[in-house]
C-alpha cells in the first residue's frame, strides 16, 4: 500500500493544515461516532423495517452493511493489514482528537458502512438516498481529517459500499423478486 503514499499523504497533508479550528475539531469526532459500528446505519434500517413504504429499503441497507462487513472488516483489512496514519506521526506533533481505534486500516469500515446503506436506500428512494449520501460523505471525510484513515482508505471504503449497496437492490430486483413474488404482501416488494 505504499504506492498509494504520494497521493495519501499531500491529501492528509492539506486536511491537517487548513481544516482544523475549534468547530471542526469538535463537529468531526460527533460525525465520525454516527458511523461507529454502522450504528446510525443500522438504526435507520431497523426504523425503516417498520415502514411499509420503506421496508424494502431498510433490508437492503442492512444486507449491504453485513456484506461490507464481512468483505471489508472480515476479509479485505486482514489480507493487506495496512497501518493507520496517525501510527506515522508522532502524537506530540498531531494529538488524536478521538480515542486511537484498533485494527487496519484498509479499507474505511466506517465509510463503506456509510456508502453501502446511502446506495441501498438512494436505489429505492432518491431524494433520501441523497440525504444519506450526504452524511456518508461527512463520515468518510471525518476519518481523514482525524488521521485514522488514508484518502485511499476512504475511497475504497466508499467504492466497496456503493459497489454492495447498488449491487444488493439490483440482484434483489432481479433475482428475488421473480422467484419471491409473494414478498409484496409483507410491503416488502412495494
Known amino acids: 500500500m505504499e504506492f498509494f503514499l504520494p497521493f495519501d499523504g499531500p491529501i492528509l497533508t492539506f486536511i491537517q493544515q487548513h481544516f482544523h479550528n475549534p468547530v471542526t475539531d469538535a463537529f468531526f469526532p460527533f460525525v465520525t461516532y454516527l458511523g461507529e459500528l454502522g ?3 443500522a438504526f435507520l434500517s431497523l426504523v425503516l423495517l417498520f415502514m411499509k413504504k420503506y421496508r424494502r429499503a431498510g433490508i437492503l441497507m ?6 461490507g462487513t464481512l468483505l471489508g472488516e472480515g476479509l479485505l483489512k486482514h489480507l493487506i493489514c495496512r497501518p493507520r496514519p496517525f501510527q506515522y506521526i508522532s502524537s506530540d506533533f498531531l494529538p488524536l482528537l478521538i480515542s486511537p481505534p484498533s485494527g487496519y486500516s484498509f479499507p474505511s469500515g466506517h465509510t463503506c458502512a456509510s456508502f453501502a446503506a446511502a446506495s441501498a436506500l438512494f436505489s429505492q428512494h432518491r431524494r433520501e438516498g441523497a440525504f444519506a449520501f450526504l452524511l456518508a460523505s461527512l463520515i ?8 485514522v484513515h488514508f484518502p485511499s482508505d476512504v475511497l475504497a471504503g466508499a467504492l466497496l459500499g456503493a459497489l454492495l449497496g ?18 409484496e404482501s409483507f410491503g416488502i416488494n412495494s
Open 140 to 147: 468518510g471525510f471525518s476519518r481523514m481529517f482525524l488521521l
Open 62 to 67: 442492512l444486507a449491504a452493511m453485513l456484506l
Open 39 to 41: 450504528a446510525c446505519w
Open 166 to 183: 447498488f449491487g444488493t437492490a439490483f440482484l434483489y430486483q432481479k433475482w428475488v423478486l421473480p422467484k419471491f413474488p409473494r414478498l
